[in-house]
């Protein structure tokens, strides 16, 4: 028997008819009992903003502002001649501004939160995705704050200061993500801050060779970034789809 | 050009006017409202809380789950209780859902409630017994013979294999579609409707199928 012959009989195979008394009966009682369901409000982006800003610990609020205050301290204490000292010294702490963000964000994947999270009708994604925007704004605030003032201070050129800053704590924020998503729950705060000390503290060795901060290699860094930017997409995309993959199987298997 | 309208019939004038005044108003020619929605709409209508517009939905679909159902099982009746049971779990999560592909959405509830329904009765495959013999002579008229046995030799299919065939021969899906209802690779759904074939072409072989 060919392929053909055999689809041929299978579509030969059809339903009966429906029967429109026993559709019509079926779609009374569905109506029935979704009249009876209470649906949920929709809740504005804008209102999911500021609620999962509220969620975030004081602590974090803290230990952000703390951060962003130490790196002000260093640029406006160390004199202007030592341009590359500051920012060895900012790069290297930058890193340790993704961990605040990021430890909020690993609350979402520990102590079952996930799945308190859906029963409760929340969209994991749409909440990740909000905190992480929460942190971006600020540490690009922060960053851009950094930036002006050390330009300001040291007299060199923005652009290069701007990617100084940026790279290291976009290459950090790229190992954060690539952690997480491989480590998920056993991911811990104390792993995410080993991990945010030793890219300081590998930061930190280059202020031993300030030859790779030369006009001549501004390319290098450009070109690191675009990898860097290009790495935190992939690493956000995989995980979002993780979360929707793993969000189906609940709604369904329920 | 008087003379030509006058040769018109009065009766289909008034049709025709009527026809495109309702179809201009937006109404069906039963006066009621046309219902042009599309899935995304409609859905976002129903979640805002126009909960009447349910049975809209239940009409554009009902046919469909209803044919998975029947070929999953190979009873009628069985199936209007599970394609109930279908819109049943749609309806329950209805709030939280988020528009992508609403068919495809269904099949793969439509799949875990048949799947369910067989884990609940202990079955693995559908009993051929299931199948009732007469519901296939008292629908078809000249080949209802074939159907059966057809009906039969799907059954014999396991579960896995049995989705994949229906929802690609069945139902004419993609095998992307199908891939993401089953959640599964499209290189499974591939192998799994080409195995589910060779048996149903062995089974059928078996039955003078030629």
């Known amino acids: 028997m060919k392929k053909k012959e055999l689809i041929r009989l299978l579509k030969s195979n059809t339903p009966p008819q429906i029967d429109e008394c026993k559709k019509e009966q079926s779609k009374k009682i569905l109506c029935e009992a979704f009249s009876n369901i209470e649906l949920l409000p929709k809740i504005s982006y804008i209102t999911l903003f500021k609620q999962q800003a509220s969620f975030i610990s004081p602590y974090l609020w803290g230990l952000q502002g703390g951060l962003s205050l130490l790196c002000i301290g260093i640029i406006l204490t160390f004199d202007m001649k030592q341009d590359t000292l500051i920012i060895t010294l900012l790069s290297s702490i930058l890193p340790l501004l993704g961990t605040i963000g990021f430890s909020e964000i690993t609350k979402s994947f520990s102590y079952n939160m996930w799945e308190m999270e859906q029963p409760c009708l929340f969209n994991l994604k749409e909440i990740l995705l909000i905190k992480l925007l929460i942190f971006a704004v600020i540490d690009l605030v922060v960053l851009g704050i950094l930036t002006a003032l050390c330009w300001a201070k040291t007299g060199s050129n923005f652009v290069t200061t701007a990617l100084y800053l940026f790279v290291p704590f976009v290459l950090s924020n790229v190992c954060y993500l690539y952690l997480l998503r491989f480590l998920r729950k056993s991911y811990s705060n104390f792993m995410h801050l080993a991990c945010g000390l030793v890219i300081s503290a590998t930061i930190g060795t280059f202020s031993q060779m300030p030859e790779i901060y030369e006009q001549g290699l501004v390319w290098v860094w450009i070109i690191v970034l675009v990898i860097g930017i290009f790495a935190m997409g992939t690493e956000l995309y995989i995980i979002l789809k993780k979360i929707e993959k793993g969000e189906n199987l609940c709604w369904n298997l329920r | ?210």
């Open chain 2, 1 to 210: 050009m008087k003379n030509n309208f006058k040769n018109l019939n009065p009766f289909l004038v008034k049709n025709s006017y009527i026809v495109c005044r309702r179809f201009l108003l937006g109404k069906d020619f039963l006066g009621k409202r046309w219902c042009n929605l599309n899935d995304k709409e409609l859905i976002k209508r129903i979640q805002s809380g126009e909960k009447e517009l349910l049975g809209i939905l239940i009409d554009r679909y009902y046919y469909d789950i209803y044919r998975f159902c029947y070929y999953k099982t190979g009873n009628s009746n069985l199936s209007y209780d599970l394609t109930q049971d279908t819109f049943f779990r749609f309806i329950k999560y209805i709030s939280s859902y988020t528009y992508k592909n609403l068919k495809s959405y269904l099949f793969t509830i439509a799949v875990n409630v048949c799947n369910d329904y067989f884990k609940n009765q202990k079955l693995v495959y559908t009993s051929v017994e299931d199948i009732d013999e007469a519901e296939f002579a008292f629908n078809k008229t000249s080949n209802f013979e074939i159907a059966y046995e057809v009906q039969a030799a799907l059954s014999k299919l396991p579960d896995f294999q049995k989705d994949a065939v229906i929802l690609r021969y069945y139902q004419d899906l993609k095998i992307s579609e199908i891939a993401k209802i089953l959640g599964v690779g499209i290189p499974t759904v591939k192998s799994r409707i080409y195995q589910g074939l060779n048996k149903l072409k062995k089974i059928l072989e078996k039955e003078d199928f030629n």
